[in-house]
């Protein structure tokens, strides 16, 4: 079946010259390309004399020499606005830089797959046997920038970065989606993602590896079946406009600040949990007397 036969309503009419530039989106190479990255960043990952300590080392080197680029970098590092909300503002921008259902059916699946590539990165941290953070990791022998917060990095490795999946995913959207400020947006993310080398969270194949996770989810999600599904979640666009853009703009929210504030308060939860559960439990000392 057919791309337009599976996103086309009955009244909905479409062109023949639109649905021709649809029928040939080149998901297949741009997936099978971007899983090759994948394959090659997890090789960089798996041999970190080969790239990630040899550039890891030598931009730490810089930490703590030039306060203004301290703070700058944990700045970038630590503020969504850099990041986060400037990507989404883009995926935004795309969706009503025109009346296009067919585009804004691709937009919806790509953002949907970024956020799936966000969660896919962060399982693989606990089951690929890569490498520490550049924080505890000793062959990089970390200097502690100036600004540094008092916040504690996951102990866990380190590969694919989550972080970057999400908003490398996104800016793949904003890319096939024709932003006409792709090009600097991505020159500029990539120049604050690199900040997490600087503090410590990632190696330089991290980045890569999530970057290259998000963009293989996001080219597999524009598929015909992904968009068929996505072209349902779009009806609500046309019967309920209100309650799906209420939704779309929460959810927004939540990808452009990483679900943190959810975060912070499962993890205050877990905490008071754990604390109560202690308390509740006789210590092995009062039981033995």
Not at 238 to 254: D, G, H, N
């Amino acid at each position: 079946m057919k791309i337009p036969d599976l996103l086309v309503g009955a009244d909905e009419p479409s062109t023949a010259s639109s649905w021709h530039d649809y029928n040939h989106v080149p998901y297949a190479l741009n997936l099978t390309i971007a899983g090759i990255l994948f394959l090659v960043a997890l090789v960089l990952a798996l041999s970190p004399p080969l790239l990630d300590l040899p550039l890891t080392i030598r931009f730490n080197s810089l930490a703590g020499r030039y306060p203004a680029l301290d703070l700058l970098l944990y700045d970038l590092d630590t503020s969504f606005t850099c990041s986060g909300v400037i990507v989404m503002a883009l995926v935004w921008g795309c969706w009503f830089s025109r009346d296009d259902r067919l585009m804004r059916t691709r937009i919806l699946a790509g953002t949907a797959a970024s956020f799936v590539a966000s969660i896919v990165s962060r399982r693989l941290q606990h089951d690929l046997p890569t490498h520490l953070r550049p924080y505890y990791n000793p062959a990089v022998h970390f200097q502690h920038p100036l600004f540094m917060s008092s916040w504690k990095l996951n102990t866990w490795y380190s590969f694919p970065s989550d972080h970057v999946a999400l908003f490398a995913g996104l800016m793949t959207v904003a890319w096939f989606a024709k932003s006409k400020l792709r090009v600097p947006a991505v020159i500029w993310l990539i120049f604050v993602e690199s900040s997490r080398i600087f503090e410590g969270a990632h190696f330089p194949s991290d980045l890569a590896g999530g970057a290259a996770l998000a963009a293989a989810f996001v080219w597999a999600s524009q598929c015909p079946v992904c968009l068929r599904l996505s072209r349902r979640v779009m009806q609500f666009e046309v019967t309920a406009p209100s309650m799906f853009y209420i939704a779309a703009f929460f959810l927004s929210f939540q990808l452009a600040t990483l679900f943190m504030d959810f975060r912070i308060a499962g993890s205050g939860i877990l905490k008071l949990y754990h604390r109560d559960t202690a308390i509740s439990e006789p210590s092995t000392d009062a039981a033995s007397e």
